[in-house]
Each structure stands twice: as structure tokens, then as C-alpha cells.
């Protein structure tokens, strides 16, 4: 093994390493309590959640030990040089070159993960948090691999054409096109709702006229509110805000069937506190910050790491993944700061909306989500801070019986 895959291992041993801590931590950790005894039925809702809780993270477990044991098998063995070699002396075009390696690539990391896929899947059907068929979901996912190869091939094909011809042009339209990224940003989630296939609906009838007036009420204007139908594979509740401009209040079908008007008013106005708060354009200064972070990390590790130690041997593909893969304990940091902020604004939004509808009903709101979600209660707070953009439902929870008291 050289000592650049040597390298790339600790880096990203270190990140799985984190990973694999968090589960184990949480593993045992009283992940439901009794904050949900208003709900009907909580002993075997309580017992449901434990024990699908406790399967996940399982599974979790098992995903970070054999994405640890692939990656060392890559490094060790050099593939992704092997791999270059054995493309490049097909003798094509650079693009076609990059396109050919990173397919084989992203077919062999989606080949090896489907077992792993199929046992996530077959856990949330077997809790009926999905409802769609095995073929179905084998079809998803060959699709959404070709996706992968397509626009990942094309993309790095272009930047390495690019970086070959041009070097200082190159480095210029990278840094346009991560602003632009960055600005798309609060759109990114419609995007993939939209590419998962998930038939959206605009919100109409009385219900849809109570919201907007709250929402005038507040001095938020609100340009649609879309109702996710029947997404072809959950059940989960979910509910979330888009766009900056045209703003948007993005709701599952599962609250809108199951809360009462009164759970979905504070779920709405939990969304809309987000867009009084600023919280969108808080994110978008904060996907800025990180890019040029980024970026920056990227020009120092392409210039004095990766070339004097490559050279032009491999492609530039090559490079490319291996920056990413040494990013990875940064991004992770990037993450922890974010997921901090992350939490204060929810906590932010919960208590505005609790004043505004009430704490029992903001309470009962997330009671009902947490339950249909099978959703864990408490987390270790080792995890909470490594990975949670939201604040655990237990921490919600007593955050809003604080204000209640006061
Ligand atoms: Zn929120």
C-alpha cells in the first residue's frame, strides 16, 4: 500500500470511525420513554419504536463496517489506479475515459451496497414505514444508479476536460458553478422529491385558506402549499419549506389525512418561522462559508499534494475522489456546526409556533409524528451532536413544557 492510500485510509477510517462510535453509543442508549401517553395505544407503539430503533442500528452498524472493509480493500489493492490504467489504455477520448471509469465505479459501490439497500428497505417495510414492492424498488434502483453514472460521468468528464485544457478557467467555473449550487440550495429538496417520483398536489379547499391567513397574519407570503400524494414508497410524516423567492410549504399526505386542523396550524406555523426567522438564507450564507472552505481545500490538495505525488499518471477523476475522500473528516465538521445551528432554529420555530397555537397542541403535533415515524425519542447526545440537524423529540418536548411552566 503507498503511502498516499495509506493516508486516504486514516482519513477516512477516522470519519467510519466516528460513524461506527456514535452507533455503538446509541445502541443501548433508552431511545423511547413515556412522553407519549396521550397517544392511544403507547405501550405498543413504545415497543414498536424500541424495537425497530434498536434494528436500525444494527444496520447502521453493519453499513459502516463493510463501507470501512470496501474502502480498505480499494486503498490497499490501489484499484482506482488499476482501474484508471486499465481504462485509459483503451485509448479513447478524456471524456469518455472519465465517463467509463467513474460508471464502473459507481456500479461496483451500488452492485456491492444492494444487499445492504434491500435489508434497509425490507426493515421499514416489515414496520410499514414503506409501502412499495420489492420489484418496485429494485427498478428505483437500477434507475436511479444509471442516473448516478450519467450526470456524475458527465459532470467530471466536463471538469476534467476542462482542468486538462484550461487550468485557470477550470478553477473559475468550479467556484461559479458551487455558488450557483449554493443558491439552488433550498430548492435541492423538491429536486429530489421531484426525481423519486413523488406525485405533488397544491393544497386546496378550507383548510388551505386557514393556513394562507395565518400565514398573511404573520407577514409571511406564502405562494404555495403542496401536498406530497401517496409518495410511492412512505409513509413517513414529513413536512418542510422551499424556495426563497416562491415561497413554499411542503406537506405528506400522511399529516394532512392523520393530524387534526389544529396539529397541522402549528406544524405550519413551525414551517413558516423558519421563512420569519431568515433560517433559509442562514443556510444559504452557511453552504457559501462551507464552499469556499471547500474549494479552497481542494486547489491546496490538488496543487501540493496530489500532483507532486501523481504527477499526470491517472486521470483526473482520480484526484478529484480523492480529495473527497480526504474532505471527509472536514465535511464532518462542517456538518457538526451546521446540525448546532440547525437545532437552535427549530428550537426557535417550535416556540413561536407553541405561543402562537399553543403548547399542548405544538406538543401533541410531535407526539403524533414521532409515533407514526417510529421515531426515537432520546439519542446519546454524542450523536445528537454529531449528526442531528433536528433536536431529539424528547428535547422538543421538554424545551416547550419549560415555556409552558413559565
Ligand atoms: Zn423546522
Given at each position: 500500500?503507498?503511502?498516499?492510500?495509506?493516508?486516504?485510509?486514516?482519513?477516512?477510517?477516522?470519519?467510519?470511525?466516528?460513524?461506527?462510535?456514535?452507533?455503538?453509543?446509541?445502541?443501548?442508549?433508552?431511545?423511547?420513554?413515556?412522553?407519549?401517553?396521550?397517544?392511544?395505544?403507547?405501550?405498543?407503539?413504545?415497543?414498536?419504536?424500541?424495537?425497530y430503533?434498536?434494528k436500525l442500528?444494527?444496520t447502521?452498524?453493519?453499513t459502516?463496517?463493510?463501507?470501512?472493509?470496501?474502502?480498505?480493500?480499494?486503498?490497499?489493492?490501489?484499484?482506482?489506479?488499476?482501474?484508471?490504467?486499465?481504462?485509459?489504455?483503451?485509448?479513447?477520448?478524456?471524456?469518455?475515459?472519465?465517463?467509463?471509469?467513474?460508471?464502473?465505479?459507481?456500479?461496483?459501490?451500488?452492485?456491492?451496497s444492494l444487499p445492504l439497500a434491500l435489508l434497509n428497505f425490507k426493515l421499514k417495510k416489515d414496520y410499514k414505514l414503506l409501502e412499495s414492492s420489492y420489484s418496485s424498488f429494485l427498478t428505483e434502483y437500477?434507475?436511479t444508479?444509471?442516473?448516478?453514472?450519467?450526470?456524475?460521468?458527465?459532470?467530471?468528464?466536463?471538469?476534467?476536460?476542462?482542468?486538462?485544457?484550461?487550468?485557470?478557467?477550470?478553477?473559475?467555473?468550479?467556484?461559479?458553478?458551487?455558488?450557483?449550487?449554493?443558491?439552488?440550495?433550498?430548492?435541492?429538496?423538491?429536486?429530489?422529491?421531484?426525481?423519486s417520483?413523488?406525485?405533488?398536489?397544491?393544497?386546496?379547499?378550507?383548510?388551505?385558506?386557514?393556513?394562507?391567513?395565518?400565514?398573511?397574519?404573520?407577514?409571511?407570503?406564502?405562494?404555495?402549499?403542496?401536498?406530497?400524494?401517496?409518495?410511492a414508497s412512505t409513509n413517513?410524516?414529513?413536512?418542510?419549506?422551499?424556495?426563497?423567492?416562491?415561497?413554499?410549504?411542503?406537506?405528506?399526505?400522511?399529516?394532512?389525512?392523520?393530524?387534526?386542523?389544529?396539529?397541522?396550524?402549528?406544524?405550519?406555523?413551525?414551517?413558516?418561522?423558519?421563512?420569519?426567522?431568515?433560517?433559509?438564507?442562514?443556510?444559504?450564507?452557511?453552504?457559501?462559508?462551507?464552499?469556499?472552505?471547500?474549494?479552497?481545500?481542494?486547489?491546496?490538495?490538488?496543487?501540493?499534494?496530489?500532483?507532486?505525488?501523481?504527477?499526470?499518471?491517472?486521470?483526473?477523476?482520480?484526484?478529484?475522489?480523492?480529495?473527497?475522500?480526504?474532505?471527509?473528516?472536514?465535511?464532518?465538521?462542517?456538518?457538526?456546526?451546521?446540525?448546532?445551528?440547525?437545532?437552535?432554529?427549530?428550537?426557535?420555530?417550535?416556540?413561536?409556533?407553541?405561543?402562537?397555537?399553543?403548547?399542548?397542541?405544538?406538543?401533541?403535533?410531535?407526539?403524533?409524528?414521532?409515533?407514526?415515524?417510529?421515531?426515537?425519542?432520546?439519542?446519546?447526545?454524542?450523536?445528537?451532536?454529531?449528526?442531528?440537524?433536528?433536536?431529539?423529540?424528547?428535547?422538543?418536548?421538554?424545551?416547550?413544557?419549560?415555556?409552558?411552566?413559565?
Open positions: 500500500m503507498t503511502y498516499l492510500s495509506a493516508t486516504v485510509l486514516s482519513l477516512i477510517g477516522l470519519r467510519i470511525g466516528v460513524n461506527l462510535l456514535s452507533c455503538l453509543l446509541d445502541l443501548n442508549y433508552d431511545k423511547v420513554n413515556k412522553y407519549n401517553m396521550n397517544s392511544e395505544g403507547p405501550e405498543e407503539y413504545l415497543c414498536n419504536t424500541a424495537q430503533q434498536s442500528s444494527y447502521q452498524i453493519i459502516n463496517l463493510f463501507y470501512l472493509l470496501c474502502l480498505y480493500i480499494f486503498l490497499k489493492y490501489d484499484l482506482l489506479f488499476i482501474l484508471s490504467d486499465t481504462v485509459s489504455a483503451l485509448g479513447l477520448h478524456l471524456f469518455w475515459i472519465t465517463i467509463l471509469y467513474c460508471t464502473i465505479l459507481i456500479l461496483i459501490l451500488r452492485g456491492v437500477i434507475k444508479s444509471i442516473y448516478f453514472c450519467v450526470v456524475c460521468g458527465m459532470i467530471l468528464g466536463g471538469l476534467s476536460l476542462l482542468y486538462n485544457s484550461n487550468n485557470s478557467i477550470f478553477w473559475y467555473i468550479l467556484i461559479t458553478c458551487s455558488f450557483l449550487i449554493s443558491f439552488l440550495f433550498s430548492k435541492i429538496s423538491r429536486l429530489f422529491s421531484l426525481i417520483k413523488q406525485n405533488e398536489s397544491l393544497m386546496g379547499g378550507k383548510l388551505r385558506d386557514e393556513l394562507i391567513n395565518i400565514a398573511t397574519k404573520e407577514d409571511v407570503n406564502i405562494t404555495k402549499i403542496i401536498m406530497l400524494n401517496g409518495i413517513l410524516m414529513n413536512a418542510y419549506t422551499c424556495g426563497s423567492i416562491n415561497k413554499t410549504v411542503v406537506f405528506s399526505k400522511n399529516i394532512v389525512d392523520n393530524l387534526s386542523h389544529s396539529e397541522i396550524k402549528a406544524i405550519f406555523l413551525h414551517e413558516i418561522t423558519h421563512y420569519k426567522n431568515n433560517d433559509l438564507f442562514k443556510d444559504i450564507i452557511f453552504v457559501i462559508l462551507s464552499n469556499i472552505i471547500c474549494l479552497s481545500s481542494f486547489y491546496f490538495c490538488i496543487n501540493t499534494i496530489l500532483n507532486p505525488i501523481l504527477g499526470d499518471s491517472y486521470i483526473f477523476c482520480v484526484k478529484m475522489l480523492l480529495f473527497v475522500i480526504m474532505y471527509s473528516p472536514i465535511n464532518l465538521i462542517q456538518r457538526v456546526i451546521y446540525n448546532y445551528m440547525s437545532r437552535q432554529m427549530e428550537y426557535n420555530a417550535d416556540d413561536y409556533s407553541a405561543k402562537i397555537c399553543g403548547t399542548d397542541t405544538m406538543i401533541s403535533a410531535l407526539n403524533s409524528i414521532a409515533e407514526n415515524n417510529l421515531s426515537q425519542y432520546h439519542s446519546h447526545p454524542f450523536s445528537v451532536w454529531l449528526y442531528n440537524s433536528h433536536p431529539t423529540y424528547y428535547s422538543r418536548i421538554i424545551k416547550l413544557q419549560g415555556i409552558k411552566n413559565l
